[in-house]
């Protein structure tokens, strides 16, 4: 399927691994013009590399910056001559027991996976709806569905940007602006083996034995792949995607047990 969005740019965050680069990665497949964005510059140089190799791929320009502050977020924007498609994505914060946090660990996970997303969709909407398209999409996690009780963190702060996607995407739709997220359930990706770590350290178990016991747990008997992930990604940044709007779409191998 041609999904219509060939040479249109796209500002994907935390793009250098992942479900940011799965993304980045199904987009340039897509031939989009591509600024990906994250902190550590040899692992976001790597993956320009990477996506400069990818047939019909635009233009790749990486940006080390944390999108999380101000200046980080000028200097993203400022690299991308025309925001069509934009993927927010930002690191979780750490699990842990909701009483062990003080007011600063609340409000760094507010900034990181609330606000930041917020600020980048306000810097960047009107012009899309002036454009006539225009195709953002959360990274969130499916915690906004099922919270998950040693993540009380995340499980606040994007379920924040939830309710305020839910509102601003009926009002953007006629314009051919859609919002909406993205829910991962349990990909292989570094966030993930490092929840393990935690959540095993706490049982006294391996991470190894602490990782089966979550494979077992999924229908799909798997973990996800960060390559699946993009691809449902790359298709609601696309032109065949401008009826579904203010959705928030669970990727979980089945994990999530409930009807709706």
């Known amino acids: 399927m ?6 249109r740019w796209a500002l994907v965050c935390g793009a250098s691994k992942g479900l940011g680069l799965g993304c980045a990665q199904a987009l340039a497949h897509e031939g989009v013009n591509l600024v990906i964005v994250a902190r550590g510059e040899a692992a976001l140089q790597a993956a320009a590399a990477q996506l400069r190799t990818v047939p019909g791929v635009g233009e ?10 101000e200046q980080g977020r000028a200097l993203a924007l400022a690299a991308c001559p025309q925001v069509d498609i934009l993927v927010t994505n930002a690191g979780g914060p750490p699990p842990g027991d909701f009483r062990t946090f003080e007011r600063a660990d609340w409000i760094a996970a507010i900034d990181a996976n609330m606000l930041a997303p ?14 006539g398209f225009g195709r953002i999409v959360n990274i969130t996690s499916s915690a906004v569905k099922a919270p998950i ?9 994007r379920s924040g940007l939830t309710g305020f996607v839910a509102g601003l995407s009926r009002r953007t739709v006629a314009h051919n602006v859609t919002l909406n997220n993205l829910l991962p359930g349990q990909f292989d990706t570094d966030r993930l083996r490092g929840n393990f770590a935690h959540a095993a350290a706490q049982q006294g178990i391996g991470d190894a034995a602490f990782a089966e016991q979550k494979r077992k747990a999924i229908p799909a008997g798997r973990f996800g792949q960060a390559d699946e992930f993009g691809a449902a990604c790359a298709f609601l940044c696309s032109a065949r995607a401008g009826y579904i709007t203010g959705q928030n779409l669970l990727i979980d191998g089945g994990a999530y047990p409930g009807t709706f």
């Open 60 to 69: 790749v320009r990486a940006v080390a910056a944390d999108v999380t502050t």
């Open 149 to 157: 009780d040693s993540l009380a963190l995340s499980n606040g702060a």
């Open 118 to 131: 917020i600020a980048l969709i306000r810097a960047t909407v009107d012009a899309m709806i002036a454009r």
């Open 2 to 7: 041609d999904l219509g969005i060939s040479g």
